[in-house]
């Protein structure tokens, strides 16, 4: 005699084969959906490759632009991207991972956590040229910066907090409430447990709000038009505050400037695959510091 728990168990496998052919059709869409994605990636950056590597040459990449000669060269942007990344990077994941921290183990009012976090989500979403109508008015005129890479720098950090301090969090919560309770379990002071429980656990989702703050860095260009200038003429100093105290254009700012009023897409492809390859070394870079602390 067929029992009730008989039933139940037949109704649920005649649902699942019910359900079986339309998880098979959801689970193809997505499968397709992903190779769509990853091909469109590919073919973008293989269409950059193709048609900017003829561009790039040892004059291209260690020289600067000359109109009397007219010739072209990227390095004074190339070493403005590297000073501005640097230095942002310097300033913003110190503050935004601190800042982190705060919000998720020490603030103990919540309300204001709330507000915070509403905040940055809502700063995150808010255009670039907006960012730099600020850092215009507030550090090249309020603070007599004038148009300069440190002004960008500063620009770009307000820009990257948000998604710095979002992932930060996010990364945080993540780690089990066991390792906090066990560490302090022992008599582990709170700092302890974060600097050798908590940052150690939550690295690979801090490194990702780093890897798309380099990112938005690196494609700027509305914000630092405003605030770094566009002028790459000049080789880099070798004083580096002499040089972040002067105006200079990035490799993004130099890339819309020959795609645009230029008219040299030629070059700007030559610019865009060497952005492609400072993009992709700077990730390998940082996951390799990163791998390396977790063997520490």
Not at 216 to 223: C, D, F, I, K, W
Request: aromatic letters at 10%.
């Amino acid at each position: 005699m067929e029992t009730i728990s008989d039933k139940l168990s037949n109704n649920r496998k005649i649902t699942y084969r019910k359900r079986r052919p339309f998880e098979k059709i959801v689970y193809g869409v997505i499968w397709l959906l992903a190779i769509a994605v990853l091909a469109l990636v590919l073919y973008f950056i293989a269409t950059i490759l193709i048609r900017g590597i003829p561009a790039i040459s040892w004059t291209f990449l260690t020289t600067a632009s000359n109109p009397i000669k007219q010739t072209t060269g990227i390095f004074p942007s190339i070493a403005n991207t590297l000073y501005i990344i640097f230095f942002t990077l310097l300033l913003s994941v110190p503050i935004g991972v601190g800042g982190a921290i705060y919000l998720n183990e020490y603030a103990a009012n919540k309300r204001l956590v709330r507000i915070i976090e509403f905040a940055t989500e809502t700063l995150a979403g808010i255009p670039s040229i907006l960012y730099g109508v600020f850092g215009y008015v507030a550090f090249c005129i309020l603070f007599d910066l004038k148009v300069s890479l440190i002004a960008g720098v500063l620009t770009l950090t307000i820009m990257v907090l948000p998604i710095m301090i979002r992932t930060s969090q996010e990364a945080l919560r993540a780690v089990p409430k066991s390792y906090r309770e066990g560490a302090l379990g022992i008599g582990a002071t709170k700092w302890y447990m974060v600097r050798t429980i908590l940052l150690p656990s939550s690295l690979k989702g801090i490194l990702t709000g780093i890897i798309l703050s380099i990112g938005r860095m690196v494609g700027e260009s509305a914000a630092l038009l405003l605030v770094a200038g566009n002028s790459a003429n000049y080789m880099p100093q070798a004083n580096v505050f002499a040089q972040m105290a002067g105006s200079g254009s990035t490799l993004s700012v130099e890339l819309y400037t020959y795609a645009t009023s230029r008219g040299r897409n030629d070059i700007a492809f030559g610019i865009a695959a060497v952005l492609i390859v400072i993009v992709i070394a700077l990730n390998l870079l940082t996951r390799t510091v990163a791998r390396k602390l977790n063997k520490k």
